[in-house]
């Protein structure tokens, strides 16, 4: 069977509505076999898959599997028929010098306006993860495939995609992202959500709008690296900074209390803060989905999207929640 098998199967398997299943034949490839040469001969396909996703494949059930085999036999092929598959190590991927460093990666929701007009809700949201990042390729691919929709002359608007934004993007690219996005392995990502409820901010606490970010950007940060039990070193990644004013502050500020959390806490590690564009990452463009969906949830009561990705959340922690005192 051609290689070609594998890009065929993963469409059939998300026309299926099973992108948990097709994102985990990425980089895979298939040899096949003959087992018995009884009636034109049976054949049996083994999948050489990416190491990150061969125990999960390995423990698929039944009913996965027969799936996978109806589509297999549903192709062209050299047997009577296919009877079984296996699953093996792709010992050909390129093992990357994988390091154990921690990356955090940081989008923040809401707006600066407090007032009736202005967003309810504050937050910051993190998303951590270890190399190699799951869905990093599969999420560049299908930007590119969106891309070369536009050569289709039947087509007469032009997706011009730089960067996935939850916000910005249509349905139906929303849709597809959040089913991608809900594949992750469990195990593979954490997600901490640092909510305030706006009305009850001090006024003294939000006086200037640089204070008020990097006070709580440091609060959530290190809130976050209590909850993960920090021990390694670590990269935080953030989406351009909002406010580009006093940014020098900003970072010396935000690394000043990392510091200070660090040295609290007799932990010799080291740290880098990075600010990117969200185009740069698909992590960041992750965290922005994942960030508007608990948005969603706070905002507008809406937890359709929330319901997606929840199983990833460490915490949603709102900081105001006792607070009884309104300011607006």
Request: hydrophobic share 35%; aromatic share 12%; charged share 25%.
């Amino acid at each position: 069977m051609s290689n070609n098998t594998i890009q065929l199967l993963q469409e059939l398997l998300k026309g299926q509505k099973r992108f948990d299943l097709a994102l985990k034949f990425e980089n895979a490839y298939i040899e096949d076999f003959k087992i018995d040469n009884w009636n034109g001969g049976i054949g049996e396909i083994v999948f050489y898959v990416n190491p990150i996703y061969f125990f999960v494949l390995n423990k698929i059930d039944e009913d996965e599997k027969s799936l996978i085999l109806e589509i297999v036999n549903g192709m062209k092929h050299n047997y009577y028929e296919i009877s079984t598959i296996r699953f093996a190590i792709n010992e050909k991927i390129k093992s990357s010098n994988i390091s154990d460093t921690v990356y955090i990666f940081v989008d923040e929701a809401g707006d600066m306006d407090f007032s009736p007009k202005g967003s309810k809700h504050y937050m910051f949201n993190f998303l951590v993860k270890t190399r190699p990042f799951q869905l990093h390729e599969y999420i560049a691919n299908y930007r590119y495939e969106l891309l070369e929709r536009n050569l289709d002359p039947s087509l007469d608007k032009v997706l011009n995609i730089e960067a996935f934004h939850a916000c910005e993007d249509n349905k139906y690219i929303r849709q597809r992202m959040f089913e991608t996005i809900s594949t992750f392995t469990k195990e593979a990502v954490q997600v901490y959500s640092y909510i305030l409820e706006k009305p009850k901010v001090n006024p003294d606490k939000r006086k200037e709008n640089s204070v008020f970010y990097v006070d709580n950007l440091t609060l959530a940060t290190t809130q976050l690296l209590d909850k993960i039990k920090i021990d390694r070193n670590f990269i935080i990644i953030t989406d351009r900074l909002p406010l580009q004013a006093n940014k020098n502050a900003l970072i010396k500020a935000l690394k000043k209390g990392i510091k200070q959390y660090l040295r609290a806490n007799g932990k010799v590690l080291r740290y880098s803060i990075h600010h990117h564009c969200s185009a740069s990452s698909s992590n960041l463009q992750i965290i922005d989905y994942i960030g508007w969906a608990i948005n969603r949830k706070y905002e507008h009561n809406d937890s359709s999207y929330y319901e997606m990705i929840k199983q990833y959340l460490l915490e949603e922690e709102v900081m105001t929640r006792d607070r009884v005192e309104v300011h607006y």
